[in-house]
T-cell receptor
Framework: IAGITQAPTSQILAAGRRMTLRCTQD?????MYWYRQDLGLGLRLIHY???????GKGEVPDGYSVSRANTDDFPLTLASAVPSQTSVYFC????????????FGPGTRLTVL | GQNIDQPTEMTATEGAIVQINCTYQ??????LFWYQQHAGEAPTFLSY??LDGLEEKGRFSSFLSRSKGYSYLLLKELQMKDSASYLC??????????WGAGTKLIIKP
């Protein structure tokens, strides 16, 4: 692995189903993030984790949950998917340093029908 | 509230210069970021400003005025591959990024 990976690449899901989006990074970054990106809107933060074992809510956390059992993995779970959760989901991570720029995974395109 | 404003779309000609503006309002300020995002791909980091002034990186430069809550991204010698969306993001007092909706830049030959 080099950088940050996400799985699946895309998924079509029936409303009411449970779904977990996976995210793994190998850069030993402390902080990780989940965003959704919808047409005409900026990236919106769903949940974040500043370090393994801790998580926090972002701007749009309802209907989503996360866990951070270790440094590398940060899965996002939709307990009961709804059509409004149709979006492109990006996972990102950032390390130490002046800018702490975020590095993004390739994204997961999720369609909830 | 927190807000990032940038134009929705701009058009420029190959070989020319274009300036993409961004105004921001964040609770606290810990830096201003620019990212590039090609269609169907992830955002990639371009620049970071935390002090007033111009930061130059090859064909791309970014400017910040903290007193005016204003930044711009300057792209010189435009190439067709520069056709992308450019995202402005401000880091707030909680060190979270507040994102603009992005400026879609269309380059014409």
């Amino acid at each position: 692995i080099a950088g940050i990976t996400q799985a699946p690449t895309s998924q079509i899901l029936a409303a009411g189903r449970r779904m977990t989006l996976r995210c793994t990074q190998d850069m030993r970054h402390n902080a990780m993030y989940w965003y959704r990106q919808d047409l005409g809107l900026g990236l919106r933060l769903i949940h974040y984790s500043n370090t393994a074992g801790t998580t926090g809510k972002g701007e749009v956390p309802d209907g989503y949950s996360v866990s951070r059992a270790n440094t590398d993995d940060f899965p996002l779970t939709l307990a009961s998917a709804v059509p409004s959760q149709t979006s492109v989901y990006f996972c990102a991570s950032s390390g130490q340093g002046d800018s702490n720029e975020q590095f993004f995974g390739p994204g997961t395109r999720l369609t909830v029908l | 509230g927190q807000n990032i404003d940038q134009p929705t779309e701009m058009t420029a000609t190959e070989g020319a210069i274009v300036q993409i503006n961004c105004t921001y309002q964040t609770s606290g300020f810990n830096g201003l970021f620019w990212y590039q995002q090609h269609a169907g791909e992830a955002p990639t980091f371009l620049s970071y400003n935390v002090l007033d002034g111009l930061e130059e990186k090859g064909r791309f430069s970014s400017f910040l005025s903290r007193s005016k809550g204003y930044s711009y991204l300057l792209l010189k010698e435009l190439q067709m591959k520069d056709s992308a969306s450019y995202l402005c993001a401000g880091k707030d007092s909680n060190y979270q990024l507040i994102w603009g909706a992005g400026t879609k830049l269309i380059i014409k030959p």
